[in-house]
């Protein structure tokens, strides 16, 4: 099955990997480079789809580094899931979520794969696969 991934990262050898491995995977991948730009294209995106169907999300997954230029992953979130609760949200980082008053219940809402990670464990994750297996 193929996916529809918007990944916000900021070091370009990082985004490139993981635009390649979920490409050979067979999924669509949006790169952004920074917080600001992953929401525009998130919220271009959602205003495409509420014509098509109320429970359908722009991206099956999106994928934040939590230290990004412009705003932090923890920020993206927090906006992403303000406008859209279902959205399935992944932290690919080496740091931890910080900077917010709702960073608990943030914790509660989205999904970590704490950096550094075997690009395998990554497509995992973005799959929905469970990694203990």
Known sequence: ???????????????????RILRKYGHN???????????EKYRNELKKTEFDSL?????????????????SGSEVAEEILEVNPRQKIIFASAYALTGSNNTKQLK?????LQKPF????????????????
């Open 118 to 133: 075997s690009l395998r464990d990554f497509v995992q994750k973005i799959e929905g696969e469970d990694l203990s297996e």
């Open 29 to 39: 991948v949006v790169i952004t480079r920074d917080g600001s730009e992953c929401l």
């Open 55 to 71: 429970d359908e999300n722009p991206f099956d997954v999106v994928v934040l580094d939590q230290s990004m230029p412009k705003k």
């Open 1 to 19: 099955m193929s996916l529809n991934i918007l990944i916000a990262e900021d070091n370009q050898f990082t985004a490139t990997q993981y635009d």
């Open 108 to 112: 509660e809402k989205v999904d970590f």
